[in-house]
């Protein structure tokens, strides 16, 4: 079975700064996907990056990056600059392919501190 | 760009009443998925659909049922509702057999259900 982990429920950072907040997850798949989803107070969820297991580049969106581990099974994302519009729920989930459930981790509550 | 609509935005019912929710996938969309998000909690898979027929299930109770129509938008349909079916009802889409580069999976703003 598959599942993800977020270790951190909350995390803060300050504005213009660097956070990076955390994931790994369980598979015995070798092809499969990662993503971050950020969730605003609107509710909606808004893909932040994503990650195809069979690339070993780590995934760059902007100010959006991740560490992608294989082996250690590990999904980091780091935010640089962080904006006060960065304040939302952030959740990595895991997806075999198209036509395939998601697997959320349980999200990490992430405030910008002006 | 057209996003996965879903309505209604806001729905209250009554413990014991029944509740239908819409899904409208992006267009050439031809899979569908339903998930339930409790308060505080992450998004769980309930149920999904390609071109019509059942492809997956999740943890969705008994008391619902779902489907998915010719032109492909889904309805999930609750009856017999509790307390604890509060939550935010989210619906997403794709292209089956399309990669995640080209096509993605997007979700609606979801439905938000108090049972009172």
């Known amino acids: 079975a598959q599942t993800v982990t977020q270790s951190q429920p909350e995390m803060s950072v300050q504005e213009a700064e660097t956070v990076t907040l955390s994931c790994t997850y369980d598979?015995?798949?070798?092809?499969?996907?990662l993503f971050w989803y950020k969730q605003p107070p609107s509710r909606q969820m808004i893909l932040v990056i994503r990650?195809?297991?069979?690339?070993?580049q780590n995934a760059t969106e902007n100010r959006f990056s991740v560490n992608f581990q294989k082996a250690a099974k590990s999904f980091s994302l780091k935010i640089s600059d962080s904006q006060l519009g960065d304040a939302a729920m952030y959740f990595c989930?895991?997806?075999?392919?198209?036509?395939?459930?998601?697997?959320f981790g349980t999200g990490t509550s992430l405030t910008v501190i002006p | 760009a057209a996003g996965v609509i879903q309505s209604p935005r806001h729905l209250i019912k009554e413990k014991r009443e029944t509740a239908t929710l819409k899904c409208y996938p992006i267009?050439?969309?031809?899979?569908v998925y339903w998930y339930q998000q409790g308060p505080g909690q992450d998004p769980q898979f309930l149920i999904s659909?390609?071109?019509?027929?059942?492809?997956d299930k999740g943890s969705i109770p008994d008391r619902f049922s779902a489907q998915q129509f010719s032109d492909y938008h889904s309805e999930l349909n609750m009856s017999s509702l509790e307390l604890g079916d509060s939550a935010l009802y989210f619906c997403?889409?794709?292209?089956?057999?399309?990669?995640?580069?080209?096509?993605?999976?997007?979700f609606g703003s979801g439905t938000r259900l108090t049972v009172v």
């Open positions: 598979t015995s798949e070798s092809d499969y996907y």
């Open positions: 267009p050439r969309h031809d899979t």
């Open positions: 990650q195809e297991a069979y690339k070993q």
């Open positions: 989930a895991y997806s075999l392919n198209t036509g395939n459930q998601f697997y």
């Open positions: 997403a889409s794709s292209l089956a057999g399309a990669s995640f580069s080209n096509y993605g999976y997007t």
């Open positions: 659909f390609y071109e019509k027929m059942q492809s």
